[in-house]
């Protein structure tokens, strides 16, 4: 038992040095994970995997080239945050807020985004693979709907 435990350790360790939860700044990156609160925060190349960011204060951060796949954004406010280039396949977007956020080649693989405000977004070159969208103005090709 002994004997597989240890082996275990040998085995994680070089992957757990190489793969560390991070970001441009350590301090802020572990202030969002433990408050929800980060306006305005450096979190650049964040490894936010599966983070439950419910309600999160994320306002004029800067989240480029983040990875937020699977992430819980329930009711988190985006505003005016930076996504370039970040990886946000499987998150939940629901009631949240991406008013002024610049989501310029954003991976949206089957991310959920219901009831999600993207007014004065800047979108480009986004990947919406099978994506659910409802209540959030962003489509595919064509023009806005009329109301």
């Avoid at 480029?64 to 370039?84: F, H, P, S």
């Avoid at 080649?105 to 480009?124: H, P, R």
């Amino acid at each position: 038992m002994l004997r597989a435990i240890l082996s275990s350790v040998i085995i994680l360790t070089p992957w757990l040095i190489m793969n560390p939860a991070t970001a441009e700044n350590q301090a802020q990156f572990n202030q969002l994970l433990k408050t929800g609160e980060c306006a305005g925060c450096d979190l650049r190349g964040a490894d936010l995997r599966g983070a439950h960011l419910i309600g999160a204060d994320l306002r004029k951060a800067n989240l480029e080239g983040a990875n937020l796949t699977g992430a819980n954004l329930e009711g988190a406010d985006l505003t005016g945050a930076n996504l370039t280039n970040a990886n946000l396949s499987q998150v939940l977007l629901t009631n949240a807020s991406l008013n002024d956020t610049t989501l310029h080649q954003v991976n949206l693989t089957q991310a959920m985004l219901y009831d999600t405000d993207v007014t004065g977004a800047s979108l480009e070159q986004l990947n919406l693979t099978n994506a659910q969208i409802y209540n959030t103005d962003i489509s595919v090709g064509g023009e806005k709907p009329k109301k």
